[in-house]
């Protein structure tokens, strides 16, 4: 491997890490924990709603398993995955107390733990900024696909910074200033949670449709208010 190409995938190692430090931390924890009570949102219903009850989803990056639950008590097969392995063993102590059927795992990027062809559909809840470098987002994308039944979905949303900021140098404040110089490989648009050395991608809609087209997937319909961004992506023919 080149020195630059084993430099990106070590320091993508480092980014990934610091997401999950992030929510496996006390804070996010309650914060996960809080909003199971709301259930499922009416854009998710009206995705699952296409498929039939005990159809196998996939929930990528579940935290304490909120969609998942709810989907399981509509009679789905479902997997949650994520991967800050304290917020998996929350979700695994609710399935005990809750008696509600769901498989929750923890996994490490980039490969999914499942065979070609396990999901009838997958759900990304504001879980494809952290994933660092878009090269890196593209083959996380291709591995979804990988693991979608033919013509599989991906319901995704996204928050993005239209309607907060104009363009990217607004977000090289003082926080990604600071964290910023421990890294060589960041792309334009990454940076770091306020106040914290967490990595996230800030995306604007319009450059998030263009990466979302150059993956295996084609994005079926959109929808943006203000910065909430919300599409369907579906397997291309191959």
Do not use: W
Not at 40 to 68: H, M
Not at 113 to 135: K, L, T
Not at 156 to 177: A, K, P, W
Not at 181 to 205: C, I, M
Request: aromatic share 10%; glycine share 6%; proline share 5%.
């Amino acid at each position: 491997m080149p020195p630059m190409a084993s430099n990106k995938t070590q320091e993508s190692q480092r980014l990934l890490h610091s997401v999950k430090d992030k929510y496996n931390g006390p804070e996010e924890l309650d914060i996960r924990k809080d909003e199971l009570k709301n259930g499922i949102r009416e854009a998710e219903q009206a995705f699952a709603g296409k498929y039939p009850v005990n159809s196998r989803l996939l929930d990528i990056g579940c935290a304490t398993g909120r969609l998942c639950f709810a989907l399981a008590r509509q009679g789905y097969d479902v997997t949650g995955i994520d991967v800050a392995e304290k917020q998996i063993e929350q979700a695994r102590r609710t399935t005990k107390a809750e008696r509600v059927d769901v498989t929750f795992l923890q996994y490490e990027m980039p490969l999914l733990p499942f065979p070609d062809a396990s999901f009838a559909a997958a759900f990304m809840g504001n879980v494809y900024c952290y994933v660092p470098h878009r090269a890196s987002r593209i083959a996380f994308l291709e591995e979804i696909a990988r693991v979608l039944n033919p013509h599989g979905e991906v319901f995704l949303s996204q928050t993005v910074l239209d309607s907060v900021l104009e363009g990217y140098e607004d977000i090289c404040d003082d926080n990604h200033r600071r964290y910023a110089p421990e890294y060589e490989t960041l792309e334009e648009g990454d940076g770091f949670v306020l106040g914290a050395p967490h990595y996230l991608h800030f995306f604007f809609a319009e450059d998030l449709m263009a990466e979302l087209e150059a993956s295996p997937f084609q994005v079926v319909s959109s929808d943006l208010k203000k910065s909430d961004f919300k599409c369907v992506l579906r397997k291309r023919n191959t």
